[in-house]
């Protein structure tokens, strides 16, 4: 694989399928493999300058001039567009900046509260199958919200790790409401991934209403607040390293 090469955002089992969700033993580095580093950053980070810390991140890593990484931050507000997003879903154009983005998919909301994980490993390391690399994504997510007693669920044909909302009302068509609480979006150069994950902690859900999220109509969004899990954000960071661990392996402080 040589350029850069959107593969999924905000990935659902549909687009999984044939990887058995517990099949993520495949993705822990050889012996011997350095640890990944766990970057956290303070503060928001511009998005742009996220995009070419990647950039230049992933072409060291490719060139065995850098260590993997697994890079923490939030964002300011804003929307991002992948190579698939539709103008009529940006509903409220001019509301947050809008920038277009190298992953696939549609469009997705960054803001404070969410915690985004730029996920930057080299899959030749590893396992160089991008199904069952975001198959493992999903359940270092899904492992994340067990942690917290959430049983995040994937969707067939539908996109992100979502939770069933029953004291909601149903959907016009009597089925269960179900709000989604994470999103992938990944990117391979040279089989090196870069973008990464999303997952709502604490945001303004209200900024979501901006966009058709991931282009999904009649669903909602979810946060481990809003669902009454009162945690802070270096909470949850201690827990997906744990979890990160558990699927990839080892980490360093960077």
């Known amino acids: 694989m040589g350029e850069a090469k959107n593969i999924f955002s905000e990935t659902g089992v549909g687009q999984a399928q044939g990887v058995a969700e517990t099949d993520t033993h495949g993705f822990q580095a050889g012996a011997g493999a350095p640890p990944v580093e766990w970057l956290v950053s303070d503060g928001l980070v511009a998005y742009e300058d996220a995009v070419a810390f990647m950039e230049d991140r992933v072409a060291r890593i490719a060139a065995g001039e850098a260590r993997e990484l697994a890079w923490l931050v939030e964002h300011p507000p804003l929307y991002t567009a992948g190579t698939s997003a539709k103008a009529e879903d940006l509903v409220a154009p001019g509301r947050f900046p809008v920038f277009e983005t190298g992953r696939g ?29 975001v198959c493992a994504l999903e359940a270092w997510l899904i492992g994340t919200l067990a942690s917290f007693n959430i049983t995040g669920e994937r969707r067939q044909g539908r996109v992100g790790v979502w939770v069933r909302r029953p004291e909601k009302a149903p959907l016009p068509d009597g089925t269960m409401r179900e ?52 945690v802070t954000m270096p909470e949850v960071d201690h827990v997906l390293r744990q979890q990160f661990e558990s699927v990839f392996g080892p980490t360093m402080r960077a």
């Open 105 to 133: 998919g549609q469009f997705t909301y960054h803001g404070p509260g969410q915690r985004v994980v730029y996920v930057m490993l080299d899959l030749k390391r590893r396992r160089p199958d991008v199904r069952a690399f």
């Open 179 to 230: 709000d989604k609480v994470a999103a992938i979006g990944i990117r391979l150069r040279r089989w090196v991934s870069f973008h990464g994950v999303s997952l709502n902690v604490e945001p303004e859900l209200e900024h979501f209403s901006g966009i058709v999220p991931c282009g999904v109509q009649g669903h909602g969004v979810a946060s481990l607040v809003e669902l009454g899990i009162p």
